[in-house]
Structures are given as C-alpha cells and as structure tokens.
C-alpha cells in the first residue's frame, strides 16, 4: 500500500517525479508492527522476492527511515 500511495503522489506532482512521495509531506501514525501482512513482507522487511507493488512499498519505507 505504501508503494502505492509513493506511486500515485510522483504522478501526481510530476514536478517533484523524483523525490520519494512526490515531494509531499505525509504523516503516518499506528502501530506497523503489531500484525505481520498475510501475504506480503512487513514493509521493514528486507526480502525483495515478491511483487513489485511489495518491493516498492520496502523501498518507499526506507525513505522515511
């Protein structure tokens, strides 16, 4: 899902197509931890082996970090 919304906000703001989350400030709040995705990795997860829409939300993780 985080990958996703890093998606939808570069082709939103094509201005700042290469910054992570187009250039935009998002906040995020809960617990991303307390539950393991049932088919995906945790986006903290370092397995690249799935799909990419997986692999896009690591990525888009790890520019928060």
Do not use: C, W
Request: proline share 6%.
């Amino acid at each position: 899902m985080l990958g996703l919304i890093d998606l939808r906000l570069r082709q939103a703001f094509l201005d700042q197509l290469n910054e992570p989350f187009g250039g935009q400030s998002i906040l995020m709040f809960g617990n991303f931890g307390q539950l393991l995705p049932v088919l995906n990795p945790p986006i903290f997860s370092n397995d690249t082996s799935h799909n990419i829409n997986s692999n896009n939300g690591i990525v888009a993780y790890k520019h928060l970090l």
